[in-house]
């Protein structure tokens, strides 16, 4: 019979488990002294930050401000000098600086004791877009501000897209924009802008995009479609337009059924002008596309011709006036 299992336990000294609770006590009293004297002072040195000046804001310092106004950007912050930089809410403080038409990115930080550091990059204005008015728009198509005289920028002006149709049906005529600034990207990553800068770029659903450029409103007309193999074509012609010393006015590349010729009109000699005038007005005047320039632009001044080739030779492509030629 087990007798041991059944019986009770009694301590062998009466009062041995308060002693070892107390000296377990008395071991960690020392520890939970300094967690609270360590929480008090935490509390205290948080309230005397809060209540004193030495995290309080004293400079808002910008980088990167450009267009945008180290006055303009604080008139939008949430936050002020003299506020409690340890309460500023950089997340907040950036959404807000969004805001201004200019700022495309921002960046807050704190820079202890008394430094808030914004960090901003600016937008770039890539063209005008005539919405009824002149806004400016970024490369990536954004239409971020309304244009005023003191913004100071010579930029090409995009028309053709109404107002009405911007505000109703902004997804289809996006891409038209779209398409007109990847036409000034293409224009100078071909370096054209340096001699032939871009002064209007005008969109048509019918006629397609056409393109006034330089001092003297030299018009090119594009058409639809295939714009890398276009410009590449224009920048010959256009050099050897000017190894022949002349002067071009109006460029076809716009032939949908000879897209690898080119048709130019020259500016000529005094007494000339009347007469490529009164052609021009008549093409505008009777709707026709440009399909018929080719065979009608061997009078009056204008030169149809192939693109010439990269052969070195100031006479390959540069065809006589009266007739077309293939480069050799």
């Not at 935490?42 to 106004?69: C, K, N, P, S, Y």
């Not at 990059?121 to 954004?142: C, I, N, P, T």
């Not at 149709?165 to 000034?184: G, K, M, Q, T, Y």
């Not at 460029?251 to 130019?264: E, G, S, T």
């Amino acid at each position: 019979m087990a007798r041991g299992s059944n019986r009770r336990r009694v301590d062998r000294v009466p009062g041995e488990r308060r002693r070892r609770f107390a000296r377990a006590l008395l071991r960690g009293l020392p520890t939970l002294a300094g967690l609270g004297a360590l929480l008090l002072g935490g509390v205290l040195a948080w309230r005397l930050a809060l209540a004193g000046d030495l995290f309080r804001i004293r400079e808002v310092r910008f980088e990167g401000l450009a267009r945008a106004t180290a006055e303009e950007l604080l008139e939008l912050s949430p936050v002020q000098r003299g506020d409690p930089l340890l309460l500023c809410d950089t997340d907040l403080v950036a959404a807000a600086l969004r805001r201004h038409p200019w700022i495309a990115a921002v960046e807050v930080e704190r820079d202890l004791p008394r430094t808030l550091v914004v960090r901003v990059v600016e937008r770039h204005a890539a063209a005008l877009v005539d919405l009824g008015g002149l806004y400016l728009v970024d490369a990536k198509g954004e239409v971020f501000k309304r244009a005023v005289p003191g913004d100071g920028l010579d930029l090409p002006v995009i028309r053709g897209i109404a107002r009405e149709a911007w505000v109703d049906r902004r997804e289809e005529v996006e891409p038209l924009l779209s398409a007109a600034l990847a036409l000034l990207a293409r224009w100078a990553e071909r370096g054209l802008d340096r001699t032939e800068p871009v002064s209007e770029v005008r969109i048509d659903p019918d006629y397609g995009t056409t393109l006034w450029a330089g001092d003297d409103g030299l018009e090119v007309r594009l058409g639809h479609g295939e714009l890398p193999e276009k410009l590449e074509r224009l920048e010959r012609v256009l050099s050897a337009v000017a190894a022949d010393r002349a002067r071009a006015q109006v460029l076809h590349l716009d032939n949908r059924r000879r897209p690898d010729w080119v048709a130019v009109r020259l500016e000529g000699r005094r007494g000339e002008t009347d007469g490529r005038s009164a052609m021009n007005a008549a093409w505008r005047a009777k709707g026709q596309t440009d399909e018929s320039a080719p065979e009608r632009a061997g009078a009056r001044g204008a030169r149809p011709f192939r693109a010439p080739r990269q052969d070195g030779g100031r006479a390959t492509g540069w065809p006589e006036t009266s007739a077309p030629s293939r480069a050799r």
